[in-house]
Every structure is written in C-alpha cells, then in structure tokens.
C-alpha cells in the first residue's frame, strides 16, 4: 500500500511588480533572495473548505433536507519559515507589509514613523503595477517527484499577520517565523479531469515539470527587474499584524 508523505511540497510566493519593485528598493532581490525564502519553508497546510446549506423541512414527512447553495474557504492559512542568518525571511515579510500600509513608500521614509504619531496611507490591493495582491501556489507531490501531484492557487494573498518569534539566552535552536496569509480561495488542480484516454492510458503527472512550469511566469518577471546586491537592514523580530475588512460578495 502506497501512503503519501507530509514531507514533499513546494511553495512559490510571487508577490507582485509593485511589492516586487519595493522589496529591490530595499536591497532585497526576490529571484534570488526571494527563492532561498521558499526552500526555509518548515511546514505548511494543505486547504480545507466547507458547503453552506439549507435546511428545508415538510417536503418529505419526518424528514429533514439539505441543500448546498455556496462553498465556504478557509479565509487564511499559516506558512512556517526558518529564518537564515542574513534575516532574509524577516525581511522579505516585513517589507511585503510595509508596503501595503504605505510605510517607507515613496516619498515617504521609515523615519517618519519612528515618532509617537504616524499616518498611514493604505496601498491599493489591486493597481496597474500590480497592488500588494497576488497569488500563491502550492505544489504537493511525492520525493520520487514524478507521479501524480495537487496542484494548490491560492487566490488573492498577501500576508496579514507576522507571528512573534521567541528568542532567548537558553539552549540554542533553529529560529522561525510563522505568517499568516489572507486569500479569496483557493483552486485545486489534481490533474485527473486533464487526462485524456482510459485509466491505462493516461500518463503519469511529471511533478517536476509541472513545479517548474508553475512558477516560471514569477521567476520571468523578476529576471526583466535584474539584481541587486543585499543591504544588511534593522529588523525587529516583533509580530506584526494587519488590520483587514471583510467583503461578502
């Protein structure tokens, strides 16, 4: 009996052009810097979702019935990082959030909110540039890489909330950095309603492929920013958390 194994996935972020744009301004490059920040991720979760239903009595006597009418999502999920000595993780989240609330974007400095008061003016979450919107995948396969695998868009996401990290003068350990991410929904290919032909027909999913193939659009417009050398910068190793509104459409 073949089990899958919680131990083979694969994330890409691909935060959009303007966050993109933001993060170089503050020496961090995603196609290099930001792909190291997807290989120290330490655990993630596959999606779950829910069907809202309606009860209708009296039809049948005795019975009770119910009828779908909407799927309901999971409205965040939580991604575990280890950080690496050059606080590449920290950084990459901190300056993803400074961005949407408008601290340190131009004309604006982070100086000016080092002070008791502060203004902040909210980024637009979808604009030309791109917002601070984006989506996420997730790639859940098996460590042999060939062979069937889920593939997971989460739809909509941007990071919402920054855990706090605990650090202390005891026995040393592997620091990490749990965030959480706001999305719409999320879509889920398993690759069987793609498959042409009988069961012994169809071809084995490359998962490898597949992976590569995900996340190459990302990765192409990173490459048209080019490269920068990392700015070491201060980071405060606090949670930080987002207030968000709620849309029911």
Same mark, same amino acid.
């Given at each position: 009996?073949?089990?899958?194994?919680?131990?083979?996935?694969?994330?890409?972020?691909?935060?959009?052009?303007?966050?993109?744009?933001?993060?170089?301004?503050?020496?961090?490059?995603?196609?290099?810097?930001?792909?190291?920040?997807?290989?120290?991720?330490?655990?993630?979760?596959?999606?779950?979702?829910?069907?809202?239903?309606?009860?209708?009595?009296?039809?049948?006597?005795?019975?009770?019935?119910?009828?779908?009418?909407?799927?309901?999502?999971?409205?965040?999920?939580?991604?575990?990082?280890?950080?690496?000595?050059?606080?590449?993780?920290?950084?990459?989240?901190?300056?993803?959030?400074?961005?949407?609330?408008?601290?340190?974007?131009?004309?604006?400095?982070?100086?000016?909110?080092?002070?008791?008061?502060?203004?902040?003016?909210?980024?637009?979450?979808?604009?030309?540039?791109?917002?601070?919107?984006?989506?996420?995948?997730?790639?859940?396969?098996?460590?042999?890489?060939?062979?069937?695998?889920?593939?997971? $868009?989460? !739809?909509?996401?941007?990071?919402? @909330?920054?855990?706090?990290?605990?650090?202390?003068? &005891?026995?040393? /350990? %592997?620091?990490?950095?749990?965030?959480?991410?706001?999305?719409?929904?999320?879509?889920?290919?398993?690759?069987?309603?793609?498959?042409?032909?009988?069961?012994?027909?169809?071809?084995?999913?490359?998962?490898? $492929?597949? !992976?590569?193939?995900?996340?190459? @659009?990302?990765?192409?417009?990173?490459?048209?920013? &080019?490269?920068? /050398? %990392?700015?070491?910068?201060?980071?405060?190793?606090?949670?930080?958390?987002?207030?968000?509104?709620?849309?029911?459409?």
């Amino acid at each position: 009996m073949n089990l899958a194994q919680t131990s083979s996935y694969a994330i890409s972020l691909q935060p959009p052009r303007d966050v993109l744009n933001f993060l170089r301004a503050r020496g961090f490059t995603y196609n290099t810097d930001g792909k190291n920040v997807e290989l120290l991720c330490s655990e993630a979760s596959i999606p779950g979702s829910s069907l809202a239903t309606h009860d209708q009595v009296g039809d049948y006597y005795g019975a009770r019935e119910q009828f779908a009418y909407r799927r309901i999502y999971d409205d965040t999920f939580d991604i575990q990082f280890y950080v690496d000595r050059n606080y590449n993780t920290i950084r990459f989240f901190e300056t993803w959030m400074d961005y949407i609330v408008g601290q340190g974007v131009p004309p604006g400095t982070t100086d000016q909110y080092k002070g008791d008061t502060a203004i902040y003016r909210m980024s637009y979450p979808k604009s030309p540039g791109g917002g601070y919107k984006s989506n996420i995948y997730m790639t859940k396969f098996e460590k042999e890489i060939t062979g069937p695998a889920l593939y997971y $868009t989460y !739809v909509g996401a941007f990071p919402k @909330a920054m855990q706090k990290s605990a650090v202390s003068y &005891g026995p040393s /350990d %592997i620091l990490k950095v749990n965030v959480q991410f706001s999305y719409i929904r999320h879509v889920v290919d398993t690759g069987i309603s793609n498959a042409k032909g009988t069961s012994s027909q169809r071809t084995a999913t490359d998962a490898r $492929t597949s !992976v590569r193939n995900q996340f190459a @659009a990302g990765a192409e417009t990173d490459a048209q920013l &080019g490269s920068r /050398d %990392i700015i070491p910068d201060r980071t405060l190793l606090s949670g930080t958390t987002l207030g968000t509104s709620n849309s029911i459409g």
